[in-house]
Every structure is written in structure tokens, then in C-alpha cells.
């Protein structure tokens, strides 16, 4: 049986994205929209997914949150504000965190077991943050990229679901286990070269079959792929907003963005998605029963 994939969603404003947020003036919030055009979508194909909600969108969207979580989706962190890791300390990052889970927990009644930084800012540089997520009582992150590009990366870190070694976090640690954060990486085209096929820009650009392709290579050694979106990359009404960013930015932001819902389309008529929660779940219980060892894993 090939393993179920993880499909996830960084819900926040468009205009906090990276590239964007030095360059929006008083933007057109479209952030309820957007999540309602991808629970039509998940709906229609009876697929759960994992949605990072940034903590000030569930303050001012409770009852948006709430419904995600009713149509029984989960719920994870993706930060307080949206500050990449390396604008934080390790001190305004346990901030960050306390303040998203509260957030989110006035939403939905629970707080997160999984947290997603906002532009994958988990790298040797902020390499503390796994102590905070562990010590503020998160289970998993979902944070790392193992492919260096231009923005964001971590070379040569592992590409399967692991067990974090807080003193050594981007070496595989085995499988995950119950007493451990567990790190799972968003995936990459493999093996040969890595490239990243796991969502955004990259997802927007490259045909669904070759999307597919790379999932389907993962899969065949054992791997859940992990792929990531965001809500408002399928609201074509955002590439209208877009007038004043240089054109770079629109480029990156918004090319392909009337097609994804399509693409998506039809990754999941194609493709078995289920949540990170639910893929962990599955991975800690395979260890366990098949005795897996830490040499067997994909990318060491
Ligand atoms: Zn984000």
C-alpha cells in the first residue's frame, strides 16, 4: 500500500507573504474567500487536509477557523504574525507560539499539535526553534525543506517524517516516536536532483503530471510527500490586487494562480492525501510494528 501523502495549507493574508508585505498598501482582505474556494474543493474529492492558521487571522476569523475544523479538517500554527523565524529570538518566537495556540484554541477548542513556519524559516540559523516547539508542548513542525533555493532551505536534510534530535535537528533521527518532536519535511523531487515540487510557486509552475511524477517517486520508496498551498493562491481576485508590487513579485505570487485550482483538481482525483497529523500517526505506528531502523530512511 503506498503511503497516504500530506496536503496542507498555510492560511494567512495574502499580503503578508514574503515578497509582498514590504510592498502592499492598504490591501483587499480576501482571505475568506480564498478558504472557501478550497473547502469546496476538498469537499468535493471527501479529502482532509492540515491548515496553518496564522494566530491573527484566527483572532479576527474564529468562525472561519471553526468551520474548517467542523468540515474536520486539522488545525496547526503558523506563527502570531506571520515573522519569518529569522526576525525573531528564540524568546519572541515561544511568544509567537503561546499567542497562535491561544488563538486558535478560542476557534476550535484545541490547541495545535503541529507548527508550520511562515516562509519555511527553520534552518541551521534558527536551529533553537525545535527546543521552543518542544518546550511549548507542540508534537510536530513542519518547517523543513530539504533543498537549498534562493529564499528559504536546508540542504541535505532528511526527506521522510523523523524523530528531531535536539542536538543534531537536521540529521534523521529514526522514525517518529511518541517522546520526540517530529520533523516533517515538505517534499522534493527525488532522487537524482532535488528540486522542490511541494507546493506555491513551484506547484503553480510545473505541469500536475509532473507534480504527480514526484509524488509518485517518493511514494515508491516508502515516502509520504508532504505538499503544501495556500488558500489564496486559488483566488484569482488576488492577482487583481497586485497593480503597485514590482514585477517580480506578481511573477512569484501570482502566476498560475487562475489554473491551480484545476491542478489540484486533479492531484487529488490522482493522488491519496490525508493530513500531516494523520501521516505521522501512520508513520509512528509502521515503525513500531515493522521495527524500522534509522539506516532505512529515505535521504540520510
Ligand atoms: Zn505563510
Given at each position: 500500500?503506498?503511503?497516504?501523502?500530506?496536503?496542507?495549507?498555510?492560511?494567512?493574508?495574502?499580503?503578508?507573504?514574503?515578497?509582498?508585505?514590504?510592498?502592499?498598501?492598504?490591501?483587499?482582505?480576501?482571505?475568506e474567500r480564498s478558504t472557501?474556494?478550497?473547502?469546496?474543493?476538498?469537499?468535493?474529492?471527501?479529502?482532509?487536509?492540515?491548515?496553518?492558521?496564522?494566530?491573527?487571522?484566527?483572532?479576527?476569523?474564529?468562525?472561519?477557523?471553526?468551520?474548517?475544523a467542523t468540515?474536520?479538517?486539522?488545525?496547526?500554527?503558523?506563527?502570531?504574525?506571520?515573522?519569518?523565524?529569522?526576525?525573531?529570538?528564540?524568546?519572541?518566537?515561544?511568544?509567537?507560539?503561546?499567542?497562535?495556540?491561544?488563538?486558535?484554541?478560542?476557534?476550535?477548542?484545541?490547541?495545535?499539535?503541529?507548527?508550520?513556519?511562515?516562509?519555511?524559516?527553520?534552518?541551521?540559523?534558527?536551529?533553537?526553534?525545535?527546543?521552543?516547539?518542544?518546550?511549548?508542548?507542540?508534537?510536530?513542525?513542519?518547517?523543513?525543506?530539504?533543498?537549498?533555493?534562493?529564499?528559504?532551505?536546508?540542504?541535505?536534510?532528511?526527506?521522510?517524517?523523523?524523530?528531531?534530535?535536539?542536538?543534531?535537528?537536521?540529521?534523521?533521527?529514526?522514525?517518529?516516536?511518541?517522546?520526540?518532536?517530529?520533523?516533517?519535511?515538505?517534499?522534493?523531487?527525488?532522487?537524482?536532483?532535488?528540486?522542490?515540487?511541494?507546493?506555491?510557486?513551484?506547484?503553480?509552475?510545473?505541469?500536475?503530471?509532473?507534480?504527480?511524477?514526484?509524488?509518485?517517486?517518493?511514494?515508491?520508496?516508502?515516502?509520504?510527500?508532504?505538499?503544501?498551498?495556500?488558500?489564496?493562491?486559488?483566488?484569482?481576485?488576488?492577482?487583481?490586487?497586485?497593480?503597485?508590487?514590482?514585477?517580480?513579485?506578481?511573477?512569484?505570487?501570482?502566476?498560475?494562480?487562475?489554473?491551480?485550482?484545476?491542478?489540484?483538481?486533479?492531484?487529488?482525483?490522482?493522488?491519496?492525501?490525508?493530513?500531516?497529523?494523520?501521516?505521522?500517526?501512520?508513520?509512528?505506528?509502521?515503525?513500531?510494528?515493522?521495527?524500522?531502523?534509522?539506516?532505512?530512511?529515505?535521504?540520510?
Amino acid at each position: 500500500m503506498s503511503p497516504t501523502n500530506a496536503l496542507s495549507f498555510d492560511l494567512e493574508h495574502w499580503f503578508t507573504a514574503t515578497l509582498l508585505r514590504e510592498e502592499t498598501t492598504d490591501p483587499v482582505v480576501h482571505v475568506e474567500r480564498s478558504t472557501e474556494i478550497v473547502l469546496d474543493l476538498l469537499d468535493r474529492h471527501d479529502v482532509t487536509a492540515t491548515f496553518y492558521v496564522v494566530g491573527e487571522v484566527a483572532e479576527a476569523y474564529p468562525d472561519l477557523i471553526a468551520r474548517i475544523a467542523t468540515a474536520g479538517h486539522e488545525i496547526g500554527s503558523h506563527g502570531h504574525t506571520h515573522r519569518p523565524l529569522f526576525e525573531l529570538t528564540p524568546e519572541i518566537f515561544r511568544e509567537e507560539l503561546d499567542h497562535s495556540s491561544d488563538a486558535l484554541e478560542a476557534a476550535v477548542n484545541e490547541r495545535p499539535r503541529g507548527f508550520r513556519a511562515p516562509n519555511f524559516s527553520v534552518t541551521p540559523r534558527t536551529e533553537w526553534a525545535f527546543e521552543t516547539l518542544t518546550d511549548a508542548g507542540f508534537e510536530y513542525d513542519s518547517s523543513v525543506f530539504p533543498v537549498k533555493t534562493p529564499m528559504y532551505g536546508v540542504r541535505g536534510a532528511p526527506l521522510r517524517p523523523y524523530a528531531v534530535n535536539l542536538d543534531a535537528p537536521f540529521a534523521a533521527g529514526g522514525p517518529p516516536r511518541p517522546d520526540a518532536l517530529t520533523e516533517v519535511p515538505l517534499a522534493v523531487f527525488h532522487p537524482h536532483v532535488r528540486l522542490p515540487i511541494a507546493g506555491g510557486f513551484y506547484a503553480r509552475v510545473l505541469p500536475a503530471r509532473v507534480v504527480k511524477w514526484g509524488i509518485k517517486t517518493f511514494n515508491a520508496s516508502g515516502t509520504p510527500a508532504t505538499l503544501y498551498f495556500h488558500p489564496w493562491e486559488f483566488n484569482p481576485a488576488v492577482a487583481d490586487e497586485l497593480g503597485d508590487v514590482s514585477p517580480h513579485a506578481r511573477f512569484i505570487s501570482s502566476h498560475g494562480i487562475d489554473t491551480l485550482a484545476a491542478k489540484l483538481d486533479s492531484l487529488l482525483e490522482a493522488v491519496e492525501f490525508g493530513p500531516v497529523e494523520d501521516v505521522i500517526d501512520e508513520a509512528t505506528t509502521c515503525s513500531t510494528e515493522r521495527g524500522v531502523t534509522p539506516s532505512e530512511g529515505v535521504g540520510q
